[in-house]
C-alpha cells in the first residue's frame, strides 16, 4: 500500500518541472519583451531558486555598463605619392578606417598617381579629404599671406575631386576650425584659417605626428614608440577634445617594406587594445555638423515650400 506524503515530508521531483519551470519561462519572457529591454537599467542574467520554503526567489544582476573606447583617427598627407598603394593596401588587409588628405596636383601629376586616385576613389571603409590643389609649392608664408588664395586653392581641389567633402587640412599648418574650436599655430596664417571657415570649409589638424625623416623618408618611431606616445597623450589629456585623438602620418614615408611593416605592426597592436578604435575623420566631434544643419536647413525650406 503506497503511503501518502506528509506535509512535513518533500515534494517529488516533479513538482518542479511543473510549477517552477513555467514560472521562470515567464519571467525570461517578460523580462525579453521590447518594451523591457528599453528600460535601464538591464540586466545580464535572472537567477531563479528554490528557497526552503518552496518559495521561488528571483536575483537579477545588473549588467555592468560599457565603457566608452577613445577614437583614434590616422590619417595619412600629400597622397597620392610614392607610398600611397602601400598604405591602402596595408589598411584594407587590416580592414580599419583611415582617411587620406588628397593633394589634387598630385592626382594629375601622371598616369600612375592618377591610377592609385582611382584605387583610393573604390576602396571601401576609407575616406578621403582636401589638402589643397598645390601643398603651396611648399612655401607656405607666401601662400597665407592671401587668404583668398588660400580659399582659391582647397576650391579647385574640393570642385575637381571631392565635391561632397567639405573636411580639409591646411599645408604645412596645424590649425583647427571646427565650430567653436578654433586653433592656429602660427599667428601669420589666422586669417586664412578664418576665411577657410567662412568659405564652408572644416578644418583639421592633428594631436600627435608620425614623424619621418624629411630626407630617407624612414619613419623615426617604431611602432611600439608610437603606441607608448598615444597612451601618454591620453593620459595627460593633450588632444582638442577629450577621448577623441587625430593621428598624423604620411603616405611617402611608407615606400619601403621595412617602414610598411611598421605601419602594419602599429594597426594589428592597436586592434588588440581594448581601449581604443580607429575611425574616420567625418566622426570627429561637431565635424559635420555644419553640413547637418545645412540639410536641416534645407528641409525646412522644402517643407514650406510644399504648403
Known sequence: MQTPVTPDEPEPSGYLTQYTLPLVLSIYLVACRPEAQENKPTFDAIECRLAPTKSIIVTARPKKPVKQKKKIYLTFDDGPNR????????????????????VGEHVFA???????????????NIELCNHSYTHAHNRYDKFYEEPVNVVKDMERTKDSLLPDNNIVRAPGRNSWRIDSLHYTD??????????????????????LEWHFDPKTYAVKNTADELLTQIDSVFTHKRTKKP????????????????????LRDFIQKLKKKDEYELSLVSNYP?????????????EVRQGLDSL
Open 83 to 102: 607610398g600611397t598603394k602601400n598604405v591602402l593596401d596595408i589598411v584594407q588587409q587590416e580592414n580599419v578606417p583611415v582617411t587620406f588628405f588628397i
Open 110 to 124: 601622371s598616369a600612375g598617381q592618377a591610377a592609385v586616385w582611382d584605387s583610393l576613389k573604390m576602396a571601401k
Open 186 to 207: 602660427i599667428r601669420k596664417s589666422k586669417a586664412a584659417m578664418d576665411s577657410l571657415q567662412k568659405a564652408g570649409f572644416v578644418v583639421m589638424g592633428w594631436d
Open 243 to 262: 577621448d577623441n585623438l587625430v593621428l598624423l602620418a604620411h603616405d611617402q614615408a611608407y615606400r619601403s617594406s621595412s617602414d610598411s611593416l611598421q
Open 286 to 298: 561637431d565635424a559635420l555638423k555644419k553640413r547637418t544643419d545645412t540639410l536641416k536647413t534645407k
